[in-house]
């Protein structure tokens, strides 16, 4: 299992090289193509849709009051701590890390649904 | 030697590093319970008036989280526990 470990990972390193093998018609070795982030973005209504799931499953929201422009303080009454835990729950969920620079001007539904669909590393 | 109080910033700051810190960790219940012990006593000093105690208690526990999520690491279990599958 650690051969076939180390041969996978071996052959990941190959990839740049013998993507022009390949062109030549080459099948030394299979081309695995890194595009875990190639692939266009991910579409903005999931982007909403997982927001949206995040805060509604924070316990201290009301589910029905999430709209996808609502402000966490003002609308929802939370207060920053609640704010930091849930911008903490959306890097969890879309697998981002969030600078605090940034992750202190994201208090509403629409700024964090900007932000994560702008990000490239999103997932 | 004694810090001044702690600005805002400064304590939304540390509530971060501990939450980051605490996603660290490869046990699951310790991940859990520091998650919840953060909140639970960031809540509880939440309208301190002298926050500066609570302020120094809490980065010591940083660090201490810090150091426990290198060495837990070392030792992760290979078998995910069952609460970590199936979401």
């Not at chain 2, 540390?14 to 660290?24: E, G, M, Y």
């Not at chain 2, 919840?36 to 939440?46: G, P, S």
């Not at chain 2, 060495?71 to 078998?79: D, E, G, Q, R, T």
């Amino acid at each position: 299992m650690a051969s076939s470990l180390r041969a996978a990972i071996i052959s990941h390193f190959r990839v740049p090289a013998s993507q022009t093998l390949a062109l030549n018609g080459s099948k030394l070795w299979t081309v695995r193509s890194m595009s875990s982030h190639g692939d266009d973005h991910l579409d903005k209504n999931q982007v909403i849709d997982r927001v949206l799931e995040v805060v509604k499953c924070h316990p201290k929201i009301d589910p029905s009051k999430v709209t996808p422009e609502v402000h966490f303080q003002k609308d929802l009454g939370l207060d920053s701590l609640d704010t930091v835990e849930i911008v903490m729950a959306l890097e969890e969920e879309f697998k981002l890390e969030i600078p605090d620079k940034e992750a202190d001007k994201i208090d509403s539904c629409g700024l964090a649904i900007e932000y994560i669909y702008n990000h490239p590393m999103s997932s | 030697m004694a810090a001044a109080s702690p600005s805002r910033p400064e304590i939304l700051s540390l509530f971060r590093s501990l939450l980051r810190t605490s996603r660290q960790f490869s046990d699951y219940n310790i991940r859990e319970y520091s998650k919840r012990r953060t909140i639970d006593a960031f809540r509880l000093n939440k309208h301190a008036t002298d926050p500066s105690a609570a302020f120094a208690d809490g980065k010591s526990q940083l660090e201490v989280a810090k150091r426990q999520a290198l060495v837990y690491s070392l030792y992760a279990p290979k078998v995910k526990s069952i609460m970590e599958l199936n979401h």
